[in-house]
């Protein structure tokens, strides 16, 4: 069909990354924002920018796999059904468990959710939502009787002040991060709270460096002093609240005074002081949140403390006011719609909401809904590990990675009888352990909804055939589910058909809590297939005006009416702080972990963009000066983290005073398929909050040494030659690093190697140019059939020797080298003679050399940088970089003056 959204070359779909959900339009080849949507107006970041990069063949599973071995969907079909009846025949509905993903689209979750919980009948079903925004979620309910976030963008826009705690949006939501910026105005504040300084402190007018783990010690104390200084909202508390004393009482004892507060959060006095007092001042205040409040073993209580501030205030829901959680994947909101969280059953609905049980079960014309909830992704695992899960299926999600102790995790994976995964790649950490693998349809190739941070419903919308065997996810599970019997309950043709039904149980629910929920897309339930391939964003609760239009709702709960059966709000008392794992004389630091501007989770696709791998090209650790020089570790050297449980995490050390000593950070990107030891969750201990169960994800403790390395190396061949670090001589780490036109591989070792005699076994085959200096430590080496370049070798006595290699991996393009290419393969530098050095601007590939040597002539500003290289003037996002590269590289003379 060819609508308004979809032309012969582009449709108009959504970014299937993070939270802020942008419109994107897209077509075979290419990508570029979408105008229209209400999200980024046109806007996109560089992950966004790069996804038509992203989707090629390399790596795709096209074929279902059983035991290893392709196989047929047919086959594969049985083969999953049969497991699931097995188990539930011998070892009774609760032995089969389900793994979601916030990255499913809703119908998929919703499909997912119906099959497991009503006609499986297990409640083993949880997401990796419950890493991310359970906390989030857990706080929602308690405050609001329902989980839902009352502003939307436009609130960060209109804020007089903005708060971002535990966030780091510059790098995790960038067009979001785009509008807040944008919106700077005269009088407009903006404070950070994060441990480390960020990209996103850039745009602070006061960061609060605190200590990890204190976010409820803050907060508690900026209700205290609201109610000192006659900042509360008497009058919304009085008509909309309940719980203030109690919350004040329990905040008074926890921090009863800004200077007890600067003590426990180790911040200066007049930094809390100014931040209480501008809180107190400005009615259009919004708080962002994200993992620095969530991941952690009080991450509920956090997010609650700030909840409660903004209650007692009044600031909920209102033009530029209110608590904001800032969701992380694109459809964590949708996932939670429709209740694939273990303790929640269908759209809003908890297993103990009143009649909830029975309208579902009405609803899906089943009688095998579950009691009770199931467990929470950590317990998972550990029923997993302990062999009472039988079968486990997980999807779009790679647990292997992405869950504390991963290394346990993993071997709850080996352990496991039937392990079903449907991904979209073949190979990554989980896929490593699938009994039955089966090759899901990707970005581009799908259809169906996904809701974004603010509650806006968009459409993603297919432009792609299906490779292979690909399938979407629903398909794979309502076929599952008709080999299971039950093939009436999951007779669907299309999207459409899961979306009228998701849309219709919403309104069942609000039915079921006598209009008190908020979650209500009903009037879509009528939907014809026509206006579903139309829909246009739209946030709930949706309503349809007289005129038969679809009207969404911007703000919640402005004039109270909470989900709560008095209709008002609760605030949470926050007596004790749970400040997480504390380090210790074996474990002296604190690891924080994150994410990095230009990689997307375990990598399996951002890693496919040459372009979004050279920002940060290899695992790496964050040390404070103090640290690094007490443990004579120096910038480019290898450290070694060791965990408490004996877990290990090898990456390139960055000295930055961005981190508060003591602490160190590392990214949680890298994973066994890029990395010899680069697992950040191999660190961090299975310590989950106690309401939420979410894990810690943000808090572990480790001790830091220096990994000694004779010799580093650089490894270049083409792709797919199938070579493997592990093939060649004992490397002590590697990380690897797809390029354009080569694969490539950065490589250190402490035991001596005879490059002379291994150089063969490295390059894959005989080594036809040769430079050495053996007693240097210095050694090139390249492999060159018929005049084209197979492989490269080059080794020197440290990583900093190592020359920058863009434009080595041009040379790989060539069918045949030329003469210049030749002799420059023997200097091992570049044919113009430039280095570009790291990159910092992805979107137009430009490196921190040409910038300082922009900067050294005279470029002095961020727009001058901008208009003599383009860095910086398409999606914004290394603009922090750009601005400190600034202030190091300005002229001498400049730095004398000032
Ligand atoms: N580039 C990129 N963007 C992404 C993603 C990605 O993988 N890559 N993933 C998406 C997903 S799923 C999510 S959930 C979001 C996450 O988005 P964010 O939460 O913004 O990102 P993180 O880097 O995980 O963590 C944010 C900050 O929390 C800080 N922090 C750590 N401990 C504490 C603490 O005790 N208190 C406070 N106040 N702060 C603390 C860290 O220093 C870090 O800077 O990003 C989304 N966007
Ligand atoms: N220590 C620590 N741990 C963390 C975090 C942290 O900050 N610190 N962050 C946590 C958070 S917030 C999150 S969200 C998680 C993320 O962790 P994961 O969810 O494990 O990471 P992803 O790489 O996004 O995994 C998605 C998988 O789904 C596949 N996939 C993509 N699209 C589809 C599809 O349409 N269908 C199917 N079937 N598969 C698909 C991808 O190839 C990939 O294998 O990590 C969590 N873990
Ligand atoms: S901000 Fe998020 S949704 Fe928007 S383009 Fe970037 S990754 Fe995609
Ligand atoms: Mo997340």
Same mark, same amino acid.
């Given at each position: 069909?060819?609508?308004?959204?979809?032309?012969?070359?582009?449709?108009?779909?959504?970014?299937?990354?993070?939270?802020?959900?942008?419109?994107?339009?897209?077509?075979?080849?290419?990508?570029?924002?979408?105008?229209?949507?209400?999200?980024?107006?046109?806007? $996109?970041?560089?992950?966004?920018?790069?996804?038509?990069?992203?989707?090629?063949?390399?790596?795709?599973?096209?074929?279902?796999?059983?035991?290893?071995?392709?196989?047929?969907?047919?086959?594969?079909?049985?083969?999953?059904?049969?497991?699931?009846?097995?188990?539930?025949?011998?070892?009774?509905?609760?032995?089969?468990?389900?793994?979601?993903?916030?990255?499913?689209?809703?119908?998929?979750?919703?499909?997912?959710?119906?099959?497991?919980?009503?006609?499986?009948?297990?409640?083993?079903?949880?997401?990796?939502?419950?890493?991310?925004?359970?906390?989030?979620?857990?706080?929602?309910?308690?405050?609001?009787?329902?989980?839902?976030?009352?502003?939307?963008?436009?609130?960060?826009?209109?804020?007089?002040?903005?708060?971002?705690?535990?966030?780091?949006?510059?790098?995790?939501?960038?067009?979001?991060?785009?509008?807040?910026?944008?919106?700077?105005?005269?009088?407009?504040?903006?404070?950070?709270?994060?441990?480390?300084?960020?990209?996103?402190?850039?745009?602070?007018?006061?960061?609060?460096?605190?200590?990890?783990?204190?976010?409820?010690?803050? @907060?508690?104390?900026?209700?205290?002093?609201?109610?000192?200084?006659?900042?509360?909202?008497?009058?919304?508390?009085?008509?909309?609240?309940?719980?203030?004393?109690?919350?004040?009482?329990?905040?008074?004892?926890?921090?009863?005074?800004?200077?007890?507060?600067?003590?426990?959060?180790?911040?200066?006095?007049?930094?809390?002081?100014?931040?209480?007092?501008?809180?107190?001042?400005?009615?259009?205040?919004?708080?962002?949140?994200?993992?620095?409040?969530?991941?952690?073993?009080?991450?509920?209580?956090?997010?609650?403390?700030?909840?409660?501030?903004?209650?007692?205030?009044?600031?909920?829901?209102?033009?530029?006011?209110?608590?904001?959680?800032?969701?992380?994947?694109?459809?964590?909101?949708?996932?939670?719609?429709?209740?694939?969280?273990?303790?929640? $059953?269908?759209?809003?609905?908890?297993?103990?909401?009143?009649?909830?049980?029975?309208?579902?079960?009405? @609803?899906?014309?089943?009688?095998?809904?579950?009691?009770?909830?199931?467990?929470?992704?950590?317990?998972?695992?550990?029923?997993?590990?302990?062999?009472?899960?039988?079968?486990?299926?997980?999807?779009?999600?790679?647990?292997?990675?992405?869950?504390?102790?991963?290394?346990?995790?993993?071997? /709850?994976?080996?352990?496991?009888?039937?392990?079903?995964?449907?991904?979209?790649?073949?190979?990554?950490?989980?896929?490593?352990?699938?009994?039955?693998?089966?090759?899901?349809?990707?970005?581009?190739?799908?259809?169906?909804?996904?809701?974004?941070?603010?509650?806006?419903?968009?459409?993603?919308?297919?432009?792609?055939?299906?490779?292979?065997?690909?399938?979407?996810?629903?398909?794979?599970?309502?076929?599952?589910?008709?080999?299971?019997?039950?093939?009436?309950?999951?007779?669907?043709?299309?999207? /459409?058909?899961? @979306?009228?039904?998701? /849309?219709?149980?919403?309104?069942?629910?609000?039915?079921?809590?006598?209009?008190?929920?908020?979650?209500?897309?009903?009037?879509?339930?009528?939907?014809?297939?026509?206006?579903?391939?139309?829909?246009?964003?739209?946030?709930?609760?949706?309503? $349809?005006?007289?005129?038969?239009?679809?009207?969404?709702?911007?703000?919640?709960?402005?004039?109270?009416?909470?989900?709560?059966?008095?209709?008002?709000?609760?605030?949470?008392?926050?007596?004790?702080?749970?400040?997480?794992?504390?380090?210790?004389?074996?474990?002296?630091? #604190?690891?924080?972990?994150?994410?990095?501007?230009?990689?997307?989770?375990?990598?399996?696709?951002?890693?496919?963009?040459?372009?979004?791998?050279?920002?940060?090209?290899?695992?790496?650790?964050?040390?404070?000066?103090?640290?690094?020089?007490?443990?004579?570790?120096?910038?480019?050297?290898?450290?070694?983290?060791?965990?408490?449980?004996?877990?290990?995490?090898?990456?390139?050390?960055?000295?930055?005073?961005?981190?508060?000593?003591?602490?160190? @950070?590392?990214?949680?990107?890298?994973?066994?398929?890029?990395?010899?030891?680069?697992?950040?969750?191999?660190?961090?201990?299975?310590?989950?909050?106690?309401?939420?169960?979410?894990?810690?994800?943000?808090?572990?403790?480790?001790?830091?040494?220096?990994?000694?390395?004779?010799?580093?190396?650089?490894?270049?061949?083409?792709?797919?030659?199938?070579?493997?670090?592990?093939?060649?001589?004992?490397?002590?780490?590697?990380?690897?690093?797809?390029?354009?036109?080569?694969?490539?591989?950065?490589?250190?070792?402490?035991?001596?190697?005879?490059?002379?005699?291994?150089?063969?076994?490295?390059?894959?085959?005989? /080594?036809?140019?040769?430079?050495?200096? #053996?007693?240097?430590?210095?050694? !090139?080496?390249? !492999?060159?059939?018929?005049?084209?370049?197979?492989?490269?070798?080059?080794?020197?006595?440290?990583?900093?020797?190592?020359?920058? $290699?863009?434009?080595?991996?041009?040379?790989?393009?060539?069918?045949?080298?030329?003469?210049?290419?030749?002799?420059?393969?023997?200097?091992?530098?570049?044919?113009?003679?430039?280095?570009?050095?790291?990159?910092?601007?992805?979107?137009?590939?430009?490196?921190?050399?040409?910038?300082?040597?922009?900067?050294?002539?005279?470029?002095?500003?961020?727009?001058?940088?901008?208009?003599?290289?383009?860095?910086?003037?398409?999606?914004?996002?290394?603009?922090?970089?750009?601005?400190?590269?600034?202030?190091?590289?300005?002229?001498?003379?400049?730095?004398?003056?000032?």
């Amino acid at each position: 069909m060819n609508s308004e959204h979809q032309t012969a070359t582009s449709v108009r779909t959504t970014c299937p990354y993070c939270g802020v959900g942008c419109g994107v339009s897209a077509g075979p080849g290419q990508v570029a924002g979408d105008q229209q949507h209400p999200a980024n107006q046109g806007r $996109l970041c560089v992950k966004g920018s790069a996804l038509h990069e992203t989707l090629v063949p390399a790596g795709r599973l096209l074929q279902p796999r059983l035991a290893g071995v392709d196989s047929d969907w047919s086959e594969a079909l049985k083969a999953a059904s049969g497991a699931i009846r097995e188990a539930v025949a011998t070892h009774g509905p609760g032995s089969v468990a389900f793994y979601l993903s916030g990255q499913l689209l809703t119908e998929d979750y919703y499909v997912a959710n119906k099959l497991a919980k009503g006609f499986v009948g297990t409640p083993h079903v949880d997401t990796n939502s419950r890493l991310c925004m359970s906390s989030a979620v857990a706080a929602h309910k308690r405050a609001f009787g329902e989980d839902c976030v009352p502003g939307c963008y436009e609130d960060v826009e209109r804020a007089d002040l903005l708060v971002l705690a535990g966030s780091n949006a510059a790098w995790a939501h960038p067009v979001l991060y785009q509008r807040m910026k944008a919106a700077s105005r005269q009088g407009r504040r903006v404070v950070v709270i994060d441990p480390r300084r960020t990209a996103t402190a850039e745009l602070a007018d006061l960061h609060l460096k605190l200590k990890p783990g204190t976010d409820t010690i803050l @907060f508690n104390g900026l209700l205290v002093w609201l109610a000192d200084n006659s900042g509360l909202d008497q009058g919304y508390i009085a008509r909309h609240c309940h719980g203030f004393e109690e919350t004040l009482e329990a905040a008074t004892q926890a921090a009863p005074s800004a200077r007890s507060v600067a003590e426990q959060c180790d911040l200066p006095v007049a930094d809390v002081e100014t931040f209480y007092q501008w809180f107190a001042q400005t009615p259009r205040t919004v708080t962002g949140f994200s993992q620095g409040i969530n991941q952690a073993s009080a991450g509920t209580d956090k997010c609650n403390s700030i909840i409660n501030c903004h209650l007692a205030t009044g600031r909920v829901g209102l033009p530029g006011a209110g608590p904001f959680s800032l969701t992380g994947q694109p459809n964590a909101m949708g996932g939670r719609e429709v209740g694939g969280l273990a303790n929640t $059953l269908a759209a809003h609905m908890d297993y103990d909401s009143p009649g909830a049980r029975t309208s579902v079960a009405r @609803f899906w014309g089943t009688d095998r809904i579950p009691e009770v909830p199931g467990l929470k992704a950590v317990e998972l695992f550990e029923a997993v590990h302990r062999g009472e899960i039988k079968v486990l299926w997980i999807m779009g999600t790679n647990p292997a990675v992405s869950l504390p102790e991963s290394a346990h995790v993993r071997e /709850a994976l080996a352990r496991c009888p039937t392990v079903i995964v449907s991904d979209c790649m073949a190979e990554t950490d989980t896929t490593a352990y699938a009994d039955i693998l089966l090759p899901a349809a990707g970005w581009g190739e799908k259809d169906g909804t996904v809701t974004n941070s603010e509650r806006c419903i968009s459409r993603q919308r297919a432009f792609l055939p299906l490779p292979g065997e690909v399938k979407p996810d629903w398909w794979i599970m309502a076929n599952v589910a008709r080999e299971l019997g039950y093939g009436k309950a999951f007779d669907y043709r299309k999207p /459409a058909d899961i @979306f009228r039904e998701h /849309a219709a149980l919403s309104g069942i629910a609000v039915q079921a809590s006598g209009s008190r929920r908020q979650f209500d897309i009903d009037c879509l339930k009528t939907l014809s297939d026509f206006d579903y391939e139309q829909l246009q964003p739209v946030q709930w609760p949706v309503s $349809l005006a007289p005129d038969g239009r679809i009207t969404g709702t911007s703000r919640l709960f402005d004039q109270g009416g909470f989900a709560t059966p008095d209709g008002r709000a609760r605030l949470v008392p926050i007596h004790t702080v749970n400040a997480g794992q504390q380090p210790s004389s074996a474990q002296p630091l #604190v690891v924080n972990a994150g994410r990095i501007r230009d990689q997307w989770h375990t990598m399996t696709r951002t890693a496919l963009a040459p372009r979004l791998l050279a920002h940060r090209q290899e695992p790496f650790i964050e040390v404070h000066p103090n640290d690094a020089e007490a443990l004579t570790l120096a910038e480019g050297e290898l450290g070694r983290l060791t965990g408490r449980n004996g877990g290990e995490y090898v990456g390139r050390i960055r000295v930055t005073s961005d981190q508060r000593p003591g602490e160190v @950070f590392v990214p949680i990107h890298w994973n066994s398929q890029f990395a010899s030891k680069g697992t950040a969750t191999d660190l961090m201990m299975a310590v989950t909050d106690p309401v939420s169960g979410q894990p810690e994800g943000k808090h572990g403790v480790a001790r830091l040494q220096p990994v000694p390395s004779r010799w580093h190396a650089r490894v270049m061949r083409r792709p797919a030659s199938g070579w493997q670090p592990e093939l060649a001589s004992p490397a002590g780490y590697w990380a690897r690093q797809p390029l354009s036109h080569s694969e490539s591989w950065w490589l250190a070792g402490n035991q001596p190697v005879d490059w002379e005699l291994e150089a063969d076994a490295w390059l894959g085959g005989a /080594a036809q140019v040769v430079m050495g200096d #053996v007693a240097c430590g210095r050694f !090139r080496a390249a !492999r060159i059939v018929d005049g084209q370049l197979q492989a490269v070798l080059l080794v020197a006595p440290s990583a900093s020797e190592l020359p920058d $290699l863009a434009w080595l991996d041009q040379c790989f393009e060539a069918e045949c080298l030329s003469p210049e290419q030749r002799q420059c393969l023997l200097a091992a530098r570049a044919v113009d003679g430039e280095n570009t050095g790291a990159l910092v601007c992805s979107c137009f590939q430009v490196g921190e050399n040409q910038i300082a040597k922009a900067i050294q002539a005279g470029d002095d500003s961020v727009e001058a940088l901008g208009q003599a290289l383009k860095c910086g003037t398409n999606c914004g996002s290394c603009i922090p970089e750009l601005r400190g590269l600034l202030s190091n590289c300005s002229a001498p003379e400049a730095a004398e003056v000032s």
